[in-house]
Nanobody
Framework: QVQLVESGGGLVQTGGSLRLSCAASVRTFGSYAVGWFRQASGKDREFVAHISTGSGIRYYAGSVKGRFTISRDNAKNTVYLQMNSLKPDDTAVYYC??????????????WGQGTQVTVSS
C-alpha cells in the first residue's frame, strides 16, 4: 500500500509560482509512474502532467505545457510540480497519483488527499 501526501498549495496572484510536493510512504516509489491531476469546483478531474519511472519521461497537458514542470527525486520518494505563470484557470484541488504511465486517472492505483491551489486575478 502506497500512501501519498501532497503539500505546497496555497493562494497566489496571477503570474505567481508554487511548487507542489508529493511524498510517498514507500522506498519503491521510483518504480511507479506518477501523475498530477486537478479538479476545479464543478468540473471533472483533469490530467495535468505525469512522469515515468526510470529516466523520467514527462508529458504535459496542453494547458500547462511550458508553465509547469514535473520532476522526481527517488532518493526522497518525492515528486514535484513546479507551477509558474499561474492563471486563475489553474485554480483547483491538485492530486498526485501513482500507478501506470497514463493520462487516464482511472489507471492510477494510489491517490493523495489533494492540495488546494487558488490563483487570484
Amino acid at each position: 500500500q502506497v500512501q501519498l501526501v501532497e503539500s505546497g498549495g496555497g493562494l497566489v496572484q496571477t503570474g505567481g509560482s508554487l511548487r507542489l510536493s508529493c511524498a510517498a510512504s514507500v522506498r519503491t516509489f521510483g518504480s511507479y509512474a506518477v501523475g498530477w491531476f486537478r479538479q476545479a469546483s464543478g468540473k471533472d478531474r483533469e490530467f495535468v502532467a505525469h512522469i515515468s519511472t526510470g529516466s523520467g519521461i514527462r508529458y504535459y497537458a496542453g494547458s500547462v505545457k511550458g508553465r509547469f514542470t514535473i520532476s522526481r527525486d527517488n532518493a526522497k520518494n518525492t515528486v514535484y510540480l513546479q507551477m509558474n505563470s499561474l492563471k486563475p484557470d489553474d485554480t483547483a484541488v491538485y492530486y498526485c497519483a501513482a500507478g501506470d504511465y497514463s493520462t487516464n486517472w482511472s489507471t492510477y492505483d494510489y491517490w493523495g488527499q489533494g492540495t488546494q491551489v487558488t490563483v487570484s486575478s
